[in-house]
């Protein structure tokens, strides 16, 4: 074999040199170790024994393909029975007909060619009928004169690399299977037939565990009989529930190596033996944080522990399905989240328009009808400012279960946002029911009493009805046309149902004319200013003027605030249309100082969206700044509603306006509902009595009481009193006597423009 070594081609040698593994530089190293001086026998056998010695495959095959030489790796693995050497025989003496047709061929061209093929994979099957990979590299051997007279073949097992790959290449692409979501049974299934193409003889079963952390449900097994999954569909775990069951229970590996004889399959082995399986093994699977999710579990026909490298694989397994768990519980909660209200658990605006839709479709196939229910609380607010957030957040929930009661599982109930719920009625109704019953009893149940934090009280609603196809043919119409009707049940008093009607549309229609005028009125300039003189009862000086707003339409003349103000607050151009009034009464007051008249002080109201705007004071900071007038010059009035909405935020902002240097007082005081300890804390400099105390003074014993005891009421708290919508007389003398700082009213002046006042403000006393 040496000789024929020595004779291979130069090119040939190259290659195998690039090739040399630790079997071929031993090779290399033996033959230098004996000069050639030595017996050609002697060395051929030292050659062979160290050659015997490499595990890898080695050998020499002549023209014909046939064995001259194999060390004792390769005739350890492919001598059949009743053969002593595999000198003289090809591979279809040892491999099946394709297998062997493979390697002939293979053979043949390097021979045909002469040229060398390295690195080739090659799987065979040895003679246990255990599957190999080979890295396998043929070379071609020549003679003297250089002609190929058989080939050299190095052979090294690379099955463990091969496995180490496969299960590698299997993780990845499992992984990107839960990376782009597919279905947690298609991850499951791939996950348990790899692990079965690496462990022999075993059959994988996934199970998971219910919610309610007591029931097992079936996740993945691909190569289980489908009615032994169905059997263990729901059944118990606990400490004696078979193998996985178990092992959910303990939270533990739970290894069963003879079903037959182990107390855990006591009462479930019937239900396994016609499968023929004898042992089982399981392994729980974990979340991140260490809860048992499910199980990953084994069975095999022969009774027997796993190896070491099984439970390995098994360890990877639990930790794949593990993650795949998780990522569907993370993917369904985003959402149940996008779809749903986090505080209620009902679907949100989102899922309206799809539940909508979905209804409707199914009216039109059966000729039906479907009903939209618009629903607002009642005084929501005044929970929240009286108890709380949390509270009101609590009687959300009380709510929504409430009506859920109500309904059928047919029906929905989807949370707005707020306290704005909708409810949406589909479906034939039960025999003697009508909508109207459904709805009633919705409404029932929100108005029954509610305790919280042990204080009880009760909240109605206003509840606007529109239905399909008689009031809307999509979404969109129909949630419009239930808000209009909605609204129409708050004006009629709250705590009242209004189905939708033409009329009501008609309003509808005029109010979004009357808030595209107001937009436009604001854009074009035909909002402007009136001014009311304020006088000091000591002095008789007009020391402050109220900027009192207007519009001039152009078809319907002059209109006064109480026509147009509520609808801007409601529809938010309050916004806009209070920073304009803010920004012309300052540069008027500005202006009139300029003329030369006495300076006064500029007294604005201030709306509660104003108010709550986060920039607020920067906004009125900006508006003097605009003017050049000076803070001392404006007074913002402030409505006690408004500050008791929020009190602590009212204080905080009340302080940032007092540090800029701006005057601040209580308008229509006593019409709302703020309490002395509140009123001690406001860092306010003047008191408004309401006009609704003033009007029948002094006759009026009730309004005389009153209006002393707010005038008493200041002077303890140091703080000025004006009273607005003084007209007669009497009227002033008694608030003189009464105490009273100062007064605004018709008796002194109507609202008037500018250039009125300015005449005004050259008297030097009224």
């Known amino acids: 074999m040496s000789t024929q070594l020595s004779h291979l081609g130069n090119d040939d040698a190259d290659a195998t040199a690039r090739l040399m593994s630790a079997s071929q530089r031993l090779i290399a190293e033996a033959a230098r170790l004996f000069p050639l001086a030595a017996a050609q026998n002697e060395r051929t056998m030292w050659l062979e024994a160290m050659i015997d010695e490499v595990p890898d495959y080695l050998y020499f095959k002549d023209r014909n393909s046939r064995f001259v030489v194999a060390n004792r790796a390769i005739v350890k693995d492919n001598m059949r029975e009743g053969l002593e050497s595999l000198e003289g025989l090809s591979d279809f003496d040892i491999h099946p007909e394709h297998v062997a047709r493979g390697?002939?061929?293979?053979?043949?061209?390097?021979?045909?060619?002469?040229?060398?093929?390295?690195?080739?994979?090659?799987l065979i099957r040895d003679v246990r009928g255990k599957l190999k990979w080979l890295l396998t590299s043929k070379l071609p051997v020549r003679d003297s004169k250089g002609e190929v007279i058989g080939i050299v073949g190095i052979a090294r097992d690379i099955t463990e690399r091969k496995r180490s790959e496969s299960l590698h290449v299997g993780q990845a692409h499992l992984l990107k299977m839960i990376a782009l979501g597919s279905p947690l049974a298609d991850v499951f299934s791939s996950l348990i037939l790899l692990i079965e193409a690496h462990v022999a003889d075993v059959t994988g079963s996934i199970l998971m565990l219910a919610q309610d952390g007591k029931h097992i449900v079936n996740g993945a097994a691909p190569n289980l009989d489908p009615a032994y999954c169905q059997m263990i569909e729901g059944a118990e775990i606990g400490p004696a529930m078979g193998s996985c069951g178990t092992a959910m229970w303990r939270g533990e590996q739970v290894i069963v190596s003879d079903i037959e004889t182990d107390p855990l399959w006591a009462d479930y082995k019937a239900l396994v033996a016609p499968y023929g399986f004898r042992a089982c093994w399981s392994a729980p699977i974990r979340s991140y944080q260490g809860k048992v999710l499910g199980t990953f579990a084994l069975y095999s026909r022969t009774p027997g522990e796993p190896t070491a490298e099984c439970?390995?694989?098994v360890g990877m397994a639990t930790h794949i399905a593990g993650i795949a768990i998780e990522r569907k519980e993370a993917e369904d909660s985003i959402q149940f989240m996008a779809h749903h209200d986090t505080l209620t658990g009902l679907p949100n605006r989102s899922m309206l328009d799809e539940r909508v839709a979905s209804a409707i479709e199914a009216a039109d196939d059966c000729g039906g009808t479907m009903t939209l229910a618009f629903i607002d609380l009642d005084n929501?607010?005044?929970?929240?400012?009286?108890?709380?957030?949390?509270?009101g957040d609590e009687l959300l929930k009380i709510v929504a279960n409430r009506m859920l009661r109500c309904v059928r599982a047919s029906d929905s109930i989807v949370r707005l946002g707020g306290d704005e719920f909708v409810i949406l009625i589909n479906g034939a109704m039960r025999r003697g029911e009508s909508v109207d019953d459904r709805l009633r009893a919705v409404r029932e149940a929100i108005a029954e009493p509610v305790v919280i934090e042990g204080r009880s009280f009760q909240v109605t609603c206003s509840m606007g009805v529109a239905a399909y196809p008689e009031h809307g043919r999509n979404v969109t119409e129909l949630l419009a046309r239930a808000d209009v009707a909605m609204y129409r049940a708050k004006e009629i008093g709250r705590d009242a149902m209004q189905v939708f009607t033409a009329e009501l549309a008609n309003r509808a229609h005029e109010k979004l004319e009357r808030q595209e005028e107001l937009r436009r009125a604001l854009a074009q300039g035909e909002l402007f200013l009136q001014y009311q003189p304020q006088m000091d009862l000591a002095s008789g000086r007009i020391f402050a003027v109220e900027a009192l707003i207007r519009w001039r339409h152009p078809e319907r003349g002059l209109i006064g605030p109480g026509d147009f103000i509520p609808l801007a607050e409601e529809t938010g151009l309050i916004g806009p249309i209070g920073d304009w009034t803010l920004r012309a009464a300052c540069r008027q007051n500005k202006a009139w100082q300029v003329s030369g008249l006495p300076p006064i002080v500029v007294s604005v109201n201030v709306s509660a969206r104003q108010f709550q705007e986060k920039d607020w004071v920067e906004r009125v900071a900006a508006a003097l700044e605009e003017s050049g007038l000076e803070a001392r010059y404006l007074e913002l009035e402030l409505t006690e509603s408004l500050i008791m909405q929020d009190v602590q935020q009212a204080v905080e902002t009340m302080h940032r306006l007092e540090k800029l240097g701006v005057h601040l007082a209580i308008d229509d005081f006593g019409t709302g509902y703020s309490s002395l300890a509140s009123l001690k804390s406001f860092p306010v400099g003047r008191l408004k009595i309401d006009r609704s105390f003033v009007k029948d003074l002094p006759e009026d014993g009730d309004d005389a009481a009153i209006a002393r005891a707010i005038i008493s009421l200041a002077r303890t708290l140091q703080l000025r009193v004006i009273a607005e919508g003084v007209e007669t007389?009497?009227?002033?003398?008694?608030?003189?006597?009464?105490?009273?700082d100062e007064i605004q009213g018709y008796y002194l002046s109507r609202p008037i423009d500018a250039r009125g006042l300015q005449a005004i403000l050259c008297i030097p006393n009224l």
Do not use: W, Y
Not at 112 to 117: E, I, V
């Open 103 to 122: 390697f002939f061929e293979t053979e043949q061209e390097i021979i045909r060619t002469g040229r060398p093929m390295l690195d080739m994979e090659e």
């Open 729 to 740: 007389r009497e009227q002033m003398d008694f608030l003189r006597e009464a105490g009273c």
């Open 380 to 391: 929501f607010k005044l929970v929240n400012d009286s108890l709380g957030h949390h509270a």
């Open 311 to 313: 439970m390995k694989l």
